[in-house]
């Protein structure tokens, strides 16, 4: 609504402007829906499962913002579907590997992910994966299922654990340096780390080695980089044949940083000791992958983020995000 | 010490570090094998011994002295609790009996927090589902756990393994610590844990930590009444000795949703039986009491149970023993 004066005469001319449509594509939790409904029209696919890709093509035309979660890939053909007034994609998650970045940027289209939320809550499971594979928490659990406990005994499923060992962290952002803060005070001799270049804030916890170093000298070894073209399928069968034999491979970044073929063979013939993995490519694995019978292998469905705490915290401040660029 | 070499009787297959300490100075007699003595063998063996190197799966009670006879003079138990060994018979006997306590507290730290996070985060549930077919494409509300960012825990019994859990929760943003026991203690100040009383502990904590001895008095400590006092999202883990907790009640507690979860890697027995109704719940995650399993771990207490045994023999101090 505007008003205006023309000499004596006020003049209220009322503007309709075209409302702004959000469309969000799962059931993400309704703090974030009501943020987001206050201010403009929202349409949401209400189901558990993912929204199928023609739905999506149909759904998105005309809105202004897009609230989508890492399961749904968003590309040109979703972008041009929606059309020109589209200003913004926010992504429910930390990475943004699921969206086209450079065609959005392209369009003038904003991209927004939740960075810092997940990562506290990423490292968490970091250091849980470490800990069931280093400790055989997994094997003890089958025991018992299996009947095989039948007392207490000095030699039995002893694992490495971390005293005096050597850490190593692929990729030092939020994610690596949460697991660096967390893994201190369980008394590991060194924490190494490789990046593109040296990080500012790694000086007082962790020791800048070439990838290789890196990986021959690392006990637990943790994948935390973003994914680029550098890093997809960057951790083959060279890379983990300089690992020691006794070593654990942790991935907590995407699945296709590691390929999964050298890997199942790496566990397979003993390169390395033990996996634990967060995410793979594809999730969910299908039925009869390798890896899902290796009993060296510990995977869990991509929990990174799984509490309830984070995940409100995530989809809240991804519709804060959706409000930021459309203000 | 006289002339001839001290007998001493060990009850099972154990790292050779204590052995090796022992060999020079005694003639040991042992039960070459991973499964424990049977109680009449023990009974058999023990005779005559001068210093006793058990486990404990042994139970060490009245029978067992009084079959060892007068020239028992020491026992070493190759563990931190001792909750297996009457130690008023030993007092009475004037038997000092030795432990293993710090050079087990990191594994067992250790193992308490890995196995916090699988509990609290439903890690045991989600791999299985991974297992058996039940992984989806990913899905904002499902398998949702509880984070310890912003929690408070708390420790009951802030002794060396409670503490060295405490240093390594830390850093995952606990807010609060608190803590019960006897009697405030110094190394508190370190993570800035509050000593309050037991109610207040339960009512107030989002993580609950078993880290206390078993005594006579806390036997069944975690019962119904402590679970009712709990909160609602609490996880309760216990890695001190299944006598704590009763586990009728806590199976109670999880099928009626009083508390979130439990993690256990003792229980009363171990191990439990098959038809026990806390192995079908999956909000509870059931360890073989592997806490000190480190080939570390484990070579230090045979280490430390041997230096028991033979520092007394010799006339000296034993480096650990129970007061």
């Not at chain 1, 800990?131 to 030699?155: E, Y």
């Not at chain 2, 309050?196 to 078993?210: H, I, P």
Request: net charge negative; hydrophobic share 40%; proline share 5%.
């Amino acid at each position: 609504m505007r008003v205006l004066s023309l000499g004596s005469y006020r003049v209220v001319e009322i503007v309709t402007m075209p409302e702004n449509r959000v469309y969000i594509t799962r059931q993400v939790g309704n703090e974030a829906i009501a943020l987001l409904k206050q201010k403009y029209k929202v349409e949401i696919w209400d189901s558990e499962e993912p929204i199928p890709k023609e739905t999506l093509l149909t759904a998105v035309g005309g809105i202004s913002a897009l609230f989508c979660t890492v399961s749904d890939i968003i590309d040109a053909g979703i972008l041009e579907a929606a059309g020109p007034q589209l200003k913004v994609v926010a992504t429910m998650s930390a990475g943004w590997d699921n969206v086209d970045v450079a065609e959005c940027r392209r369009r003038g289209i904003e991209v927004c992910k939740t960075p810092d939320i997940a990562a506290d809550a990423a490292a968490d499971i970091a250091v849980a994966l470490i800990l069931m594979t280093s400790r055989n928490i997994v094997q003890g659990i089958d025991a018992i299922r299996q009947n095989l406990f039948h007392c207490w005994k000095p030699f039995w499923l002893c694992g490495s654990g971390l005293i005096n060992k050597t850490i190593g962290i692929l990729g030092f952002g939020r994610v690596g340096f949460g697991i660096a803060r967390r893994i201190k005070p369980f008394g590991v001799e060194r924490i190494l780390y490789n990046d593109l270049e040296e990080i500012e804030y790694a000086e007082n916890c962790a020791q800048y080695v070439s990838l290789d170093t890196l990986f021959s000298s690392s006990d637990i070894l943790c994948i935390c980089c973003g994914v680029n073209s550098l890093t997809k399928g960057m951790v083959n069968s060279k890379l983990l044949q300089r690992m020691k034999r006794t070593s654990i491979l942790i991935n907590t970044s995407r699945g296709v940083v590691v390929n999964h073929d050298d890997l199942a063979e790496a566990l397979s013939d003993g390169t390395i000791a033990a996996a634990g993995l967060d995410v793979t490519d594809p999730e969910p694995l299908p039925v009869g992958h390798p890896l899902l019978t290796q009993p060296k292998c510990v995977i869990l469905p991509h929990m990174g983020t799984n509490t309830a705490e984070t995940r409100v915290a995530m989809s809240v401040n991804t519709a804060k995000n959706i409000l930021a660029v459309l203000n | 010490m006289s002339n001839r070499r001290p007998k001493v009787y060990v009850t099972r297959r154990v790292p050779p570090d204590g052995l090796e300490i022992l060999r020079p100075h005694c003639e040991i007699t042992q039960w070459d094998s991973e499964k424990p003595v049977p109680r009449a063998e023990l009974i058999r063996q023990i005779a005559g011994k001068d210093a006793l190197f058990c486990l404990l799966t042994d139970k060490i009670d009245g029978e067992v002295l009084n079959a060892a006879g007068p020239q028992l003079k020491c026992i070493g138990t190759m563990s931190v609790g001792y909750d297996h060994i009457d130690m008023t018979e030993c007092r009475e006997r004037n038997i000092p009996v030795g432990f293993t306590p710090d050079v087990l507290t990191n594994a067992t730290a250790e193992l308490t927090v890995g196995l916090l996070l699988a509990t609290s985060r439903r890690l045991i549930e989600a791999s299985q589902s991974v297992r058996e077919g039940g992984w989806g494409t990913w899905d904002p509300c499902w398998m949702l756990g509880h984070g310890l960012d912003g929690s408070t825990v708390g420790v009951v019994g802030l002794g060396r393994i409670g503490m060295a859990v405490a240093r390594r929760l830390a850093p995952f943003g606990v807010k609060r610590f608190l803590y019960s026991g006897h009697s405030p203690k110094n190394e508190a100040n370190e993570i800035g844990a509050e000593f309050v009383d037991f109610d207040d502990l339960l009512s107030n904590s989002d993580f609950v930590l078993g880290c206390c001895a078993l005594t006579k008095e806390n036997q069944g400590l975690f019962d119904k009444d402590a679970f009712s006092k709990m909160k609602s999202n609490a996880i309760f883990v216990n890695t001190s000795r299944g006598g704590l907790v009763n586990q009728t009640d806590l199976y109670q507690a999880l099928v009626n949703h009083q508390i979130a979860a439990a993690g256990l890697d003792v229980t009363s027995p171990e191990p439990l039986p098959t038809d026990s109704p806390l192995l079908t719940l999956k909000n509870c995650v059931i360890l073989p009491h592997i806490g000190s399993a480190t080939e570390m771990a484990r070579g230090a207490m045979s280490a430390l149970t041997g230096r028991n045994i033979l520092s007394f023999l010799r006339g000296e101090e034993m480096p650990c023993r129970i007061k």
